[in-house]
């Protein structure tokens, strides 16, 4: 690849403590942390726009002139999308917000229309599952922080359309846990870091379980989750549990919420 002269972002290794905090910032994924420091990987995945500049609370980070890779927008996208197909609605917004062009396909994934017929019959008659809900209210802005059903308990964080698409959710991720339902899409978000900071620093629960969908806008509820354990001051087990919207199970991983 032909080198150019162009803006690139630049890592003082002295300053740099390895917080991690401008990893986020990159919604094209040039950054990684390396031996605990922030490491450009590749120069052709920096646009050299600086999104990532605001969060460095080191002043370790800054954009120079350089002859450098020429920025790959096209490897960007595909790279984003075969790893982390919901940073490309982030990505499309950070180029937008600065009037630039962008090769990502506009309009949310999440509200992309779909249909399907299959459907998986069984013999017989269908056994009736009984409710495994053990409390009320469930919705986030309602649930009080103090709620005694809390208390110690395993937490599931849930998307508010999780349980319309996974046919066993009531046995798989309700049952035995304590729940608490958000669409970080579409609900007034803000009181949401405070409410769920207040649960877990008041309860002080075993564990915690984000489940939400495939789509992009869903990501946005387990980054919420991590901020709260952080701001807590506890030491909670996430998982984070991703299912599709044809009902079937992806992935879980675990995150260390105070290593991010």
């Not at 399907?116 to 209210?137: D, I, K």
């Amino acid at each position: 690849m032909p080198k150019v002269k162009r803006q690139m972002i630049v890592i003082d290794e002295d300053k740099c403590n390895g917080c991690g905090l401008c990893i986020p910032g990159c919604p094209e994924g040039a950054l990684q942390i390396i031996n605990d420091k922030a490491v450009l990987v590749k120069e052709s995945y920096c646009d050299g726009l600086g999104a990532c500049l605001g969060e460095c609370p080191e002043d370790a980070l800054s954009i120079e002139e350089k002859l450098v890779d020429d920025y790959d927008e096209q490897t960007v996208i595909e790279t984003l999308r075969k790893k982390s197909p919901e940073l490309v609605d982030k990505h499309v917004e950070h180029m937008r917000k600065h009037n630039m062009k962008t090769v990502a396909p506009s309009g949310c994934p999440s509200a992309q229309m779909m249909a399907w017929n299959e459907t998986n019959q069984t013999q017989g008659t269908a056994v009736r599952q009984e409710s495994q809900l053990r409390q009320w209210p469930i919705q986030l802005h309602l649930v009080p922080p103090a709620a005694p059903y809390f208390k110690n308990a395993d937490i599931a964080v849930m998307a508010t359309c999780a349980p319309f698409s996974y046919a066993n959710f009531h046995q798989d991720y309700i049952k035995d846990k304590a729940i608490a339902v958000a669409c970080p899409k579409l609900d007034n978000t803000e009181p949401y870091l405070d409410k769920l900071t207040q649960i877990i620093a008041t309860a002080k629960p075993r564990s915690i379980e984000v489940i939400v969908l495939e789509v992009p806008c869903c990501t946005g509820l387990v980054y919420l989750v991590m901020q709260a354990i952080k701001d807590s001051g506890q030491d909670v087990p996430l998982i984070a549990t991703r299912l599709s919207v044809k009902g079937e199970f992806l992935d879980k991983q675990e995150i260390d919420a105070q290593a991010v």
